[in-house]
């Protein structure tokens, strides 16, 4: 990635940081859909715990749209993402958000998109392999410590940005040493007609972007992503020695909960993936933000797994029936 796109990215950043200096916020509402949705856990996970006064709330556009929170307003701010800006949803979604006085900032691979002209602030991210800095999930943490900062003068926003900074060379070291294991899980996977994800906190929107978007959007895999909180009260009545499970392990405040559920899978399971961050070389990674960038490298890595599944089941990831193709 060319310093000129770094240097830009940060430019952006502070101007919509002076932007939010300028307002009162009560609350952040992150809006999106699948794989967009699916980031917003980890910024959600930061605000619960950073914050002391600012509210952060989620949603899937489309309910964002019909619920028409009753706290949405002049002192909200709404991060709304999709990568190409079109998503008619989310575009729906930010108009709404300044119908009702909110501030609207739109993170999109296309700045000229619906979503980018729609928004107050449109930031522009960087999509592929060598995007770790300029990523959307890179650049949605950067925007979501600057409102904590303007806001609350939390005092991690230089931490993240410098932990960020060595974001891309986590992910080449993490897929490195992923690569065998990877290999192995696609080969041993690539019959299954079910695979189940789990996590929890802020690793959750990795497992449920696993779920959704690799295995049941891009490899016509049963799946689901069930968190490791919920596990036993229900969803692991469905767990015996044929079922395979991908359980992610982070280094957030929740890791016990994943910690729980792996043990009793590996004592009634046996088809059983882990990706522990624990195993990763996380140099440059700033000790108190490690369990705010984790969740980043797991789902880097997780993907990377769907990529070997894909591979060995002959399936690309860009394969589709309906997505795009027909009315819905």
Known sequence: MSTEV??????????????????????????????????MYMSKYVVDREAKIIDAHIYS????????????GNDSIVILCSHSGKTPE????????????????????????????????????????????????SILYQITFAILKAVENNDKFEAIIKSLEQLQSVYDKALKYSEPKAKLFAELHKDEKVIYSMASGSNYGAAYSFAICSLMEQQWIHSN??????????PFEILDESVPFVILLGLDETRPLEERALAFTKQYGRKITVLDAKE???AGINEEVKGYITPLVLNHVVRYYAEKLSIERNHPLHTRRYMGIVKY
Do not use: W
Not at 61 to 72: A, D, G, I, P
Not at 97 to 113: D, P, V, W, Y
């Open 6 to 39: 770094i240097m830009n990215l940060k430019e952006q950043v502070k101007e919509a940081l002076t932007v939010i200096e300028k307002r009162t916020v009560k609350n952040v509402f992150f809006v999106s859909c699948g794989g967009s949705f699916a980031l």
């Open 61 to 72: 556009s489309n309910e964002f749209l019909h619920r028409n929170h009753s706290k949405l």
């Open 90 to 137: 989310t575009v729906e979604a930010a108009k709404l958000a300044q119908a009702k006085g909110a501030l609207t900032i739109s993170l999109t691979n296309i700045i000229e998109s619906p979503l980018a002209e729609t928004a107050e602030i449109a930031l522009k991210y960087e999509f592929g392999k060598e995007a770790g800095f300029t990523s959307s999930h």
């Open 225 to 234: 992503a069930i968190h490791a909180g919920e596990y036993f009260h229900g």
């Open 280 to 282: 990763y070389d996380l």
